[in-house]
């Protein structure tokens, strides 16, 4: 089975990682970047759309229709944010993102990459958490193929170029930290398998865990 998958977020690392995944997977066929700014990636399967204002779609929502997937991997920190203005960079953008797929190709898989300790109940003391946990629930209503995914600390990929200067100075704690805490530490290949593996056949869970994740990332191929 091959897949056609649509992208956000590709000038970041989670988004760079998943996206170089996507091109080297012979089960992708097709893939549609959509980014604020352009990317630099060129390759045979793979279209960019440059579009600055995610708030609204219209100019550019008939090249959305036809895709069986949306690995929306675009984010900001909360850091030094209010709440109404991470809520409308993180959920209104993300959600807008969300209803338009959901109208144009109703039985997508939307894979959503929100991070470790996101809270569903909406009402915890964690504002960046909360605002994330009602992103989830919404995208949750709005696609039965919905899979919200909970990385937490991720190792790049060989070759990527949009990595943070905090991730260099840090890199050297995946190791230990992977050998002596698992289930908080997986890698951007890790995550970009198993978005196409939960594109392609399906997740047993629809909020993913680290743990979650490796599992659907190494899971058999049929």
Not at 29 to 35: E, H, K
Not at 39 to 48: D, R
Not at 185 to 206: D, H, W, Y
Request: overall charge positive; some cysteine.
């Amino acid at each position: 089975m091959s897949i056609s998958v649509i992208i956000t977020g590709a000038t970041g690392m989670v988004g760079e990682g998943v996206l170089l995944e996507c091109v080297a997977d012979a089960r992708v066929s097709r893939v549609l970047v959509i980014n604020r700014k352009p990317s630099g990636v060129v390759h045979p399967k793979l279209v960019e759309l440059v579009h600055s204002d995610f708030s609204d779609l219209s100019p550019i929502q008939s090249q959305l229709a036809g895709y069986d997937a949306c690995f929306f991997c675009l984010g900001v920190s909360s850091l030094g944010m209010s709440e109404a203005e991470y809520k409308r960079v993180t959920y209104d953008l993300t959600v807008n993102m969300g209803r338009t797929l959901a109208r144009l190709n109703p039985q997508t898989t939307f894979c959503y990459v929100t991070g470790a300790g996101t809270d569903s109940t909406e009402h915890g003391k964690t504002m960046w958490a909360r605002v994330k946990g009602a992103t989830e629930n919404e995208l949750l209503r709005l696609f039965p193929r919905g899979v919200m995914f909970r990385p937490g600390m991720m190792r790049a990929t060989p070759g990527q170029k949009n990595l943070k200067g905090w991730y260099h100075a840090l890199a050297w704690i995946y190791p230990v930290g992977r050998a002596l805490w698992p289930a908080a530490f997986c890698t951007l290949q890790e995550v970009g398998q198993a978005m196409i593996n939960a594109a392609v056949a399906g997740s047993p869970k629809r909020v993913l865990e680290v743990k979650d994740i490796v599992a659907l990332a190494h899971a058999p191929r049929n």
